[in-house]
């Protein structure tokens, strides 16, 4: 177990860290959540004893990281997957690890098979992937089969394959009673793999508990209710009924309503009670994401703007027209017309909108003017060369193709490459 109480962390005026205390358990999958600059990493070193604490402390199964003995078989650690030697291979880089705390080399070549480099073993690291380097330092974390594991962004660079695999691994390591302590920035990830949350903001503890408690503590549940669409009097019926019973009702864009304060059971009995069909009655729950953003928002250091683009547009070229609106473009559910077939016409511009010009030899449009059919003028050609007077010149012999440089003219390394 990872117990952390009161702990404090001051880098000069700035304070990453500021009274936090937690506890991480065995057998259940803890997320670590909070903004970029909330103090996640700086937490985990002071796990890890790579910083010391300005105050408080932290301490696993009871002892500080530094007085663990053969911490290495105790604490498996994912912070930094480029924190190898990129010149030696995956497995010498793993047997490195292990003879510096004593495991045996044929653990090495178990732990390649569990993260699928077995294949890549002798290759060096310096040419791995993203991917391949999480999975190399996750392998790592692995080696001495150790109670605790602390994986800051394991699947980082993962593919999907992968990312399900990470959470299959950590599932199982914790339902062998292991404590499994996790940071990530990918909410849909951790709604289907921590069984906790401890969320920080500003370096200061924002919750510790559950994560099916942390989305009802942090989103407004509600049930979507849909009355028949011919029949627009039963919406407003049953909006009143529940109105009246003490729910909160909101219509939504496509005519259903949000109801808010009342049990779906609730619900059912007052629209059967006013004699009001439903078309729709489904209870809705928001995400983690949605609860996280929620109650991380006063705590995000670093907030994008729009981006105004001004002064940054390309003047357009001679003669070019500025493209055409294509409607429906950045409404929900648009989505791109498929590219003309080749000898086939492209879509039609909306109706009332006006006929572009025909197009010239290149595809620019025709001169104003123009009658239709005869091309315009290519504004970017060279004038044609005009007759030369008197006898036409001999053409020079053709000249010998020019020989490689010798190393004797080479004299400036300009010349050299």
């Known amino acids: 177990m990872i117990e952390a109480v009161g702990l404090t962390k001051r880098y000069g005026d700035k304070t990453a860290v500021y009274n936090l ?59 930094d997957a480029k924190a190898v030697h990129g010149g030696r291979s995956a497995r010498n880089h793993l047997l490195s690890l292990a003879q ?82 996790v940071s990530s920035h990918l909410m849909s990830e951790m709604a289907l793999t921590a069984d906790h949350l401890i969320v920080i903001g500003r370096g200061q503890l924002l919750a510790d508990m559950s994560i099916t408690d942390f989305i009802s503590a942090n989103s407004a549940d509600f ?19 529940l109105t009246e019973a003490g729910g909160h009702v909101l219509p939504e864009q496509d005519g259903a309503l949000r109801v808010t304060g009342l049990p779906l059971p609730r619900i059912s009995d007052i629209a059967h009670d006013a004699d009001v069909r439903l078309w729709e009655l489904s209870p809705h729950q928001a995400s983690l994401e949605e609860a ?7 705590a995000v250091d670093y907030r994008s703007t729009d981006d105004q683009k001004a002064g940054l547009q390309q003047p357009l070229p001679p003669g070019a027209q500025p493209p055409m609106p294509v409607p429906g473009q950045g409404q929900p559910g648009w989505y791109a017309p498929s590219p003309p077939q080749p000898g086939g016409q492209p879509f039609a ?14 595809g620019a449009p025709g001169a104003p003017g123009a009658a239709p059919g005869v091309p315009a003028p290519n504004p970017y050609a060279q004038p044609a060369p005009q007759a030369p007077q008197g006898p036409a010149p001999v053409a020079p012999p053709p000249a010998a193709p020019p020989s490689a440089p010798s190393s004797a003219d080479l004299t400036k390394p300009e010349d050299a490459r």
């Open 100 to 181: 510096l705390s004593g495991i045996p080399a044929r653990r090495v070549d178990e732990v390649l098979g569990v993260v699928g480099l077995h294949d890549v073993a002798r290759r060096r690291s310096k040419g791995f992937s993203l991917g391949m380097g999480q999975r190399l330092g996750i392998a790592a974390a692995l080696l001495g089969d150790p109670q605790v594991l602390l994986f800051d962004e394991p699947v980082n660079g993962l593919d999907p394959e992968g990312i399900l695999w990470v959470r299959n691994l950590m599932k199982a390591l914790a339902a062998e009673g292991r404590t499994v302590f």
């Open 21 to 79: 205390s937690f506890q991480v358990r065995p057998g259940a999958v803890t997320g670590f959540l909070g903004p970029n600059g909330s103090g996640k990493s700086t937490t985990m070193r002071m796990i890890l004893g790579l910083d010391n604490p300005t105050a408080g402390h932290v301490t696993i199964g009871g002892y500080p990281y530094r007085r663990l003995p053969n911490a290495p078989r105790q604490v498996g650690a994912l912070l």
């Open 349 to 362: 511009p909306p109706q009332g909108a006006p006929v572009p010009p025909p197009a010239g030899p290149y």
């Open 292 to 298: 996280y953003m929620r109650m991380t928002q006063g």
């Open 223 to 241: 049930a979507r209710v849909r009355t028949p669409d011919t029949e627009p009097q039963q919406r407003e019926k049953l909006s009143s009924a």
